[in-house]
């Protein structure tokens, strides 16, 4: 990469966190650094680096995106994730979210359901020598029960329903985000454990293509 495309990239990267993040009323330090120290476009695929910064969410395969910067960093916001707290990141694509909550929280564990991405994202995490995350292929619908529990889980992307059969591997007080769609209308969505249950705070209006293994439970009529 050329010196004059590096600088190109750190003024978008720059101008999106004045621009898109800032005034979406995202104040947390430890935002806002992490999203100025992750280069966004070594975590986009190569074909589309120029608009690594837009203010739109990027495609990554059918059915698959990379969030917008603006929900991105509202998202991080709802779950609070602190410097102490293990993450559990899902369907992260090319590995962004990771580096970013990375930069954020003690661990990540990150699970991507394609394993050409999975594969692609470890590489771009390892070249940004990026040690606290751990990231595999594998069914993100089924979390990591292992690894757990969890401070936050971040679903990058919609779900037809609350994640309930994450919620044993989510601390007691954790929170998942993810974006609930309701038909064609969507809102961003935290929803933090107390006792057995999930309880749903809206954050903010936002669209995703729902992921595969959160779509609505199956429904029969007689």
Same mark, same amino acid.
């Given at each position: 990469?050329?010196?004059?495309?590096?600088?190109?990239?750190?003024?978008?990267?720059?101008?999106?966190?004045?621009?898109?993040?800032?005034?979406?009323?995202?104040?947390?330090?430890?935002?806002?650094?992490?999203?100025?120290?992750?280069?966004?476009?070594?975590?986009?695929?190569?074909?589309?680096?120029?608009?690594?910064?837009?203010?739109?969410?990027?495609?990554? %395969?059918? *059915?698959?995106?990379?969030?917008? $910067?603006? =929900?991105?960093?509202?998202?991080?916001? @709802?779950?609070?994730?602190? /410097?102490?707290?293990?993450?559990?990141?899902?369907?992260?694509?090319?590995?962004?979210?990771?580096?970013?909550?990375?930069?954020?929280?003690?661990?990540?564990?990150?699970?991507?359901?394609?394993?050409?991405?999975?594969?692609?994202?470890?590489?771009?995490?390892?070249?940004?020598?990026?040690?606290?995350?751990?990231?595999?292929?594998?069914?993100? %619908?089924? *979390?990591?029960?292992?690894?757990? $529990?969890? =401070?936050?889980?971040?679903?990058?992307? @919609?779900?037809?329903?609350? /994640?309930?059969?994450?919620?044993?591997?989510?601390?007691?007080?954790?929170?998942?985000?993810?974006?609930?769609?309701?038909?064609?209308?969507?809102?961003?969505?935290?929803?933090?454990?107390?006792?057995?249950?999930?309880?749903?705070?809206?954050?903010?209006?936002?669209?995703?293509?729902?992921?595969?293994?959160?779509?609505?439970?199956?429904?029969?009529?007689?």
């Amino acid at each position: 990469m050329g010196e004059s495309m590096a600088h190109d990239f750190a003024a978008a990267r720059t101008a999106m966190v004045d621009r898109q993040v800032r005034p979406s009323d995202v104040t947390s330090f430890p935002i806002i650094e992490a999203m100025l120290a992750i280069p966004r476009e070594r975590f986009t695929p190569r074909r589309l680096q120029a608009v690594a910064y837009s203010d739109a969410p990027i495609p990554l %395969a059918p *059915g698959r995106e990379m969030l917008a $910067p603006r =929900d991105f960093a509202k998202m991080l916001d @709802g779950a609070r994730i602190g /410097p102490d707290d293990l993450v559990l990141d899902l369907c992260p694509g090319l590995g962004y979210s990771t580096a970013v909550i990375a930069r954020m929280a003690a661990a990540v564990i990150a699970i991507e359901p394609d394993g050409e991405m999975a594969a692609a994202a470890a590489e771009r995490l390892a070249a940004e020598q990026i040690d606290n995350a751990i990231l595999t292929a594998g069914d993100p %619908a089924k *979390g990591d029960p292992a690894h757990g $529990p969890f =401070d936050a889980i971040f679903i990058n992307g @919609g779900v037809a329903r609350a /994640p309930e059969a994450l919620t044993p591997m989510l601390r007691e007080g954790g929170r998942i985000v993810a974006v609930l769609m309701e038909g064609p209308v969507g809102r961003a969505c935290a929803f933090t454990r107390t006792g057995e249950r999930l309880q749903m705070r809206p954050l903010f209006g936002a669209s995703a293509a729902i992921l595969h293994g959160f779509e609505a439970e199956a429904t029969f009529v007689f």
